[in-house]
């Protein structure tokens, strides 16, 4: 008799991912819709999906989905979380998205303390347009509009979310984490879910920020863009628990 030990969360549709191989958004989208699952809240769930490469996550995802206008993510997950306060909202945004066209309504949506969750993508690179310099882009990094690196003089430092938004008031739960190996793909799944629990205690915004491979723009082998993550990302945007309120630690 067979016996089922591995199969596709409810929380997803048997659609298959667009993704470049060796993109890590899969295994992202996976962590969240196991953790919706486990945590028996998918009828009740409401997803928010602006431009980028996750804009067809409405396609993956299997729960009520809307796209937002690029950035607005949040702007619109308040909406529909104040509209509709029983219900769990998250957004699923990346790094050229909430952290360039979207700080303003990322960084307020954390100082209202509005009550829904971010899932933040950082592969530190414009993915979906082409490869460009992103707000998170490392010192050095070559890109399509910075191929002699980025240069501290002229584009500045990158922008490190997690840091900043952990200062807010209003933020209940900031957390980085990482899904270039096994371990840490666990530990990326502990925190997407507690970033969820604390919403469903209404404990304030939570966040969690997922270092990402992007081999197609790095230029690199998935083998090799998962190595580039640990050796320099990691480094640069270290992994770990920037706030958490007591009541779900």
């Not at 969360?9 to 048997?14: E, F, G, R, V």
């Not at 796209?67 to 949040?74: D, E, M, T």
């Not at 969750?117 to 592969?123: A, L, R």
Request: proline residues 6%.
């Amino acid at each position: 008799m067979t016996k089922v030990i591995f199969k596709r969360p409810q929380a997803l549709t048997d659609k298959q991912f667009h993704y470049c191989p060796g993109c890590t958004h899969g295994i992202i989208h996976r962590l969240v819709a196991e953790v919706i699952d486990e945590m028996n809240i998918r009828d009740n769930t409401v997803g928010v999906c602006p431009v980028g490469c996750a804009v067809f996550a409405y396609d993956y995802f299997n729960l009520d989905m809307f796209q937002a206008a690029h950035g607005r993510a949040p702007a619109v997950a308040t909406g529909i979380k104040r509209s509709l306060p029983d219900r769990m909202v998250f957004t699923y945004q990346g790094d050229g998205d909430l952290a360039s066209i979207g700080t303003a309504e990322i960084v307020h949506a954390a100082a209202r303390g509005e009550k829904i969750t971010t899932i933040f993508v950082n592969n530190a690179v414009y993915g979906m347009t082409g490869g460009q310099m992103a707000p998170t882009t490392l010192p050095g990094q070559k890109t399509t509009t910075t191929p002699g690196g980025r240069q501290k003089e002229t584009a500045g430092l990158p922008v490190k979310v997690s840091e900043m938004l952990a200062t807010l008031d209003g933020a209940a739960y900031i957390a980085r984490v990482s899904v270039h190996d096994p371990k840490h793909i666990m530990q990326a799944k502990m925190a997407i879910r507690k970033a969820f629990a604390v919403q469903q205690a209404g404990l304030g915004f939570a966040l969690v920020e997922v270092l990402s491979t992007c081999p197609t723009n790095w230029g690199l082998t998935p083998k090799e863009a998962l190595k580039w993550l640990a050796d320099n990302m990691i480094p640069y945007y270290p992994l770990g628990v920037y706030k958490e309120p007591a009541e779900v630690k």
